[in-house]
């Protein structure tokens, strides 16, 4: 996703302080549930570091760099997210590059 440097810089920030953050098991499984799910700063409450499962911390680092509105929602099945932010994304991924020939105009 195109981005400037500022938003980058804080999205990577943010990465940086979420090193051994746990997964976010409960929420994960009860995903399902809605709003009952546990999110990733319930654990907090608990005395614990926040815990985040693969689009809830791709949701908020995006979201710390202004990518991604602040009402969107905090938890979203991997899917839906994708479709959400795809139309602003490259179509495939950077592991391909090799594969793929780019042309600037």
Known sequence: MECTEAQYND???FCKERVGDGFNHAGYFLYWA???APKPMFYTY???SPRWYCSE???AA???GKMLDENYS???HPDNLYHHIKRNSMVDCGRNMKEVTLQFV
Do not use: C, D, Q
């Open 74 to 76: 905090t938890a979203e």
């Open 34 to 36: 809605g709003f009952l």
């Open 62 to 64: 995006l979201k710390a």
């Open 57 to 59: 911390i791709v949701i």
């Open 46 to 48: 608990l005395g614990m």
């Open 11 to 13: 999205m990577k920030k």
